[in-house]
């Protein structure tokens, strides 16, 4: 069935499921506390990347890609959600003094490593670490303490490199590859979301018709027009699959087979046959997928709120209020210890420098573009 065609145009039902979809679909299903209460616990890791895996990165799109819209398994990812990239502003530099290196080993120019580069950048997070190494004799090498400071003092869970200096400084290192652990799950996540927000909209229907439809109706409405055409196509047909979906995957497959012998149309079947391929497959590679991504990433290091603060801020892209700013660094791991977090977050805001308030929302302001602390 792995070949079964939904279209005459020769797509698979897999093909529909890209994994940027996943952002919008997570925000899609935001618009309700109904639907956000049916949102899936989703994995997201934020990461530190070394200048290594960046040139990685160049060295593959300048010498490998064959289309100029493929996108790499870790540039996947981040388009995903999945992953978060940060860098400390160092990074700029590490990557222009190897320009004339990656052009020859791609057979490239100098201008197209820059170009290429400024492209991947748009996708990283950079931040400016505040503090100095203590004595230069405890690094092993000198350029790598920009890399250990960022993880320091943002909530990231590990530097992303093949550099083993970073380790015997301190810092948690992800050594080993795990770009195609993260996009294999970002994709299986995908299917698993798009489930959900069918399933979703099924429970609206049922609960919240009488007294809330007339309300939400407006704003789903709106907000399932931002999708892709594809999602859009994905979710109607996920609207119908949620209505036999039950608790348990074994349940769920005799509830689809009871269901197939009423569907006549061979086509149709031929149809369902394949979504309950998909759906099971997606299920089983996002959980094989993230037990392997458990087992390569460092755990987790708890971190003050300053660092949460700003992670999210640095990551937001745009000025955030309080509240947001709440509830974002409570969805990455931080648990207050006071009875008004709202409060005491003002009180660190306020208290550090970077934090820039405006009208009741807030931005963190790192170096200029290039820039070295």
Same mark, same amino acid.
């Given at each position: 069935?792995?070949?079964?065609?939904?279209?005459?145009?020769?797509?698979?039902?897999?093909?529909?499921?890209?994994?940027?979809?996943?952002?919008?679909?997570?925000?899609?299903?935001?618009?309700?506390?109904?639907?956000?209460?049916?949102?899936?616990?989703?994995?997201?890791?934020? $990461?530190?990347?070394? #200048?290594?895996?960046?040139?990685?990165?160049?060295?593959? +799109?300048? %010498?490998?890609?064959?289309?100029?819209?493929?996108?790499?398994a870790l540039h996947e990812a981040i388009d995903a959600g999945v992953v978060v990239v940060y860098a400390p502003a160092y990074l700029d530099y590490e990557i222009e003094k190897h320009y004339e290196d990656i052009a020859l080993a791609t057979k490239t120019t100098v201008g197209r490593v820059a170009e290429?580069?400024?492209?991947?950048?748009?996708?990283?997070?950079?931040?400016?670490?505040?503090?100095?190494?203590?004595s230069a004799e405890i690094l092993v090498d000198v350029d790598d303490f920009a890399y250990l400071?960022?993880?320091?003092? $943002?909530?990231?869970? #590990?530097?992303?490199?093949?550099?083993?200096?970073?380790? +015997?400084? %301190?810092?948690?290192v992800i050594a080993s590859d795990i770009d195609l652990k993260l996009r294999t799950y970002a994709r299986s996540a995908t299917i698993r979301v798009s489930f959900a927000t069918g399933s979703s909209i099924s429970a609206i229907v049922g609960i919240e018709f009488l007294g809330a439809m007339s309300r939400i109706l407006k704003r789903l409405?709106?907000?399932?027009?931002?999708?892709?055409?594809?999602?859009?196509?994905?979710?109607?047909?996920?609207?119908v699959l949620a209505l036999v979906h039950d608790k348990s995957r074994a349940k769920l497959k005799r509830a689809w087979e009871a269901s197939k012998r009423l569907i006549v149309d061979p086509?149709?079947?031929e149809i369902f046959d394949e979504a309950l391929r998909v759906f099971i497959k997606a299920f089983e590679?996002?959980?094989?997928?993230?037990?392997?991504?458990?087992?390569a990433i460092p755990p987790a290091t708890k971190r003050p709120l300053l660092s949460h603060a700003r992670s999210v801020c640095l990551a937001a892209g745009e000025p955030l209020s309080l509240e947001a700013i709440e509830e974002r660094v409570r969805a990455g791991g931080y648990i207050?210890?006071?009875?008004?977090?709202?409060?005491?977050?003002?009180?660190v805001l306020r208290a550090n420098e970077g934090f820039v308030e405006l009208e009741g929302f807030w931005t963190?302001?790192?170096?200029?573009?290039?820039?070295?602390?």
């Amino acid at each position: 069935m792995s070949d079964t065609k939904i279209n005459p145009s020769g797509q698979t039902l897999e093909s529909f499921f890209r994994s940027d979809m996943l952002p919008q679909l997570v925000s899609f299903l935001r618009i309700s506390s109904v639907f956000a209460s049916c949102l899936p616990k989703l994995f997201q890791i934020r $990461i530190v990347l070394d #200048a290594n895996r960046v040139q990685k990165e160049l060295r593959w +799109r300048l %010498g490998k890609r064959v289309k100029d819209t493929a996108r790499s398994a870790l540039h996947e990812a981040i388009d995903a959600g999945v992953v978060v990239v940060y860098a400390p502003a160092y990074l700029d530099y590490e990557i222009e003094k190897h320009y004339e290196d990656i052009a020859l080993a791609t057979k490239t120019t100098v201008g197209r490593v820059a170009e290429e580069w400024l492209q991947f950048r748009r996708h990283l997070h950079f931040y400016a670490p505040r503090s100095t190494p203590k004595s230069a004799e405890i690094l092993v090498d000198v350029d790598d303490f920009a890399y250990l400071a960022t993880w320091q003092e $943002i909530d990231a869970r #590990a530097v992303y490199s093949l550099d083993r200096h970073l380790a +015997r400084i %301190g810092a948690a290192v992800i050594a080993s590859d795990i770009d195609l652990k993260l996009r294999t799950y970002a994709r299986s996540a995908t299917i698993r979301v798009s489930f959900a927000t069918g399933s979703s909209i099924s429970a609206i229907v049922g609960i919240e018709f009488l007294g809330a439809m007339s309300r939400i109706l407006k704003r789903l409405i709106a907000a399932f027009k931002e999708l892709p055409g594809a999602a859009q196509c994905g979710m109607v047909g996920l609207v119908v699959l949620a209505l036999v979906h039950d608790k348990s995957r074994a349940k769920l497959k005799r509830a689809w087979e009871a269901s197939k012998r009423l569907i006549v149309d061979p086509v149709m079947r031929e149809i369902f046959d394949e979504a309950l391929r998909v759906f099971i497959k997606a299920f089983e590679a996002e959980r094989e997928s993230y037990q392997a991504l458990l087992e390569a990433i460092p755990p987790a290091t708890k971190r003050p709120l300053l660092s949460h603060a700003r992670s999210v801020c640095l990551a937001a892209g745009e000025p955030l209020s309080l509240e947001a700013i709440e509830e974002r660094v409570r969805a990455g791991g931080y648990i207050p210890r006071s009875k008004d977090c709202r409060v005491y977050l003002r009180k660190v805001l306020r208290a550090n420098e970077g934090f820039v308030e405006l009208e009741g929302f807030w931005t963190f302001q790192t170096l200029p573009v290039g820039g070295m602390d």
